[in-house]
Structures are given as structure tokens and as C-alpha cells.
């Protein structure tokens, strides 16, 4: 059985950064893409960034470009988030999940099959 668990959020102030992981097991990231996905309340769902199974290719949003990195450790089975220069429109509960691939490869958030449970993630002075 396929499970994540994210970890690393917290409160920080605009400007600062965080680090979220995602720990995967029951599957390797050679065979399932990894996307970050975040939730803020009362809107949608909606994509962050994404790391592809096979070649490790990489999507972020156009919200988080140049400030967002995302990287894995094969070694570990985690996904990491590097996120730089926190906006307060930042502020979500931020899940990591898994599927046949990413967003550019035509996956969206219904094709994810497996989800953690959601780390929070609060940028405010």
C-alpha cells in the first residue's frame, strides 16, 4: 500500500522559508510521479509543483516560479519542497501525493491516487 507523509510546516514570516518533505513508502519515485499540492480555506485544491517518476523532470505553477524548488532523494524515498520568499497568499495546508505522472505529462488532481495527510503551512507577520 502506497503512503505519504508530509512533514516541515509551520509558521514563518513573509520573505522567510521553509522546507516540506514527503516521505514515500510502498512504492519507489522511479514508479510513481510526485506532486505537492496545497489547500487554503475556502478554495479549491490546486497544484504546487511536480517531480516526474522517470527522468525526474520538474513543473511548478507559475504562482511559485523561481521560488519554489522541488528535489527528491531516491535513496530516502522523499520529495522535498524547498520553498523561498513566503507570501502570505503561501498560507495553505500544503499535501504531497502520487501518480502515473505529472501535469505536463497530463496528469491532474484526479488522477492522484494516494495523498498524505497535509502539513500546515502559515506565512505571517
Known amino acids: 500500500q502506497v503512503q505519504l507523509v508530509e512533514s516541515g510546516g509551520g509558521l514563518v514570516q513573509p520573505g522567510g522559508s521553509l522546507r516540506l518533505s514527503c516521505a514515500v513508502s510502498?512504492?519507489?519515485?522511479?514508479?510513481?510521479?510526485i506532486g505537492w499540492f496545497r489547500q487554503a480555506p475556502g478554495k479549491e485544491r490546486e497544484g504546487v509543483s511536480c517531480?516526474?517518476?522517470?527522468?525526474?523532470?520538474?513543473d511548478y505553477a507559475d504562482a511559485v516560479k523561481g521560488r519554489f524548488t522541488i528535489s527528491r532523494d531516491n535513496a530516502k524515498n522523499t520529495v522535498y519542497l524547498e520553498m523561498n520568499s513566503l507570501k502570505p497568499e503561501d498560507t495553505a495546508v500544503y499535501y504531497c501525493?502520487?501518480?502515473?505522472?505529472?501535469?505536463?505529462?497530463?496528469?491532474?488532481?484526479?488522477?492522484?491516487?494516494?495523498w498524505g495527510q497535509g502539513t500546515q503551512v502559515t506565512v505571517s507577520s
Open positions: 510502498g512504492t519507489t519515485l522511479d514508479l510513481h510521479a
Open positions: 517531480i516526474s517518476a522517470s527522468v525526474g523532470s520538474t
Open positions: 501525493a502520487a501518480a502515473w505522472g505529472c501535469p505536463s505529462e497530463g496528469a491532474h488532481v484526479p488522477n492522484y491516487d494516494y
